[in-house]
């Protein structure tokens, strides 16, 4: 399976868009959306924060343990702007 790189706030409208409906929805439906946006947060959204966290911690390291000033600001740069 492929990854994509995917907005947040593309992520956030169709969680917004999906309670809208679920809120205008019959029960049965209402139940469904509500796995959906379960499996939204659960397996989009927390694993992609996760993964952030992630990446947060190999560039901090690498801040750590630069050996010049230099290198260690650009990684700070670059940490900052995570």
Not at 18 to 41: D, N
Not at 65 to 77: I, L, R
Request: with cysteine; charged share 30%; net charge positive.
């Amino acid at each position: 399976m492929s990854k994509k790189l995917v907005e947040r706030e593309c992520l956030n409208y169709v969680q917004e868009e999906l309670f809208s409906i679920k809120l205008q929805s019959p029960l049965k439906t209402q139940e469904r959306i509500s796995g959906l946006l379960q499996y939204i947060e659960t397996n989009i959204i927390h694993s992609d924060k996760e993964s952030l966290n992630e990446i947060k911690k190999v560039v901090y390291l690498n801040m750590k343990n630069a050996k010049t000033e230099k290198e260690s600001k650009k990684w700070y740069d670059y940490y900052q702007n995570l």
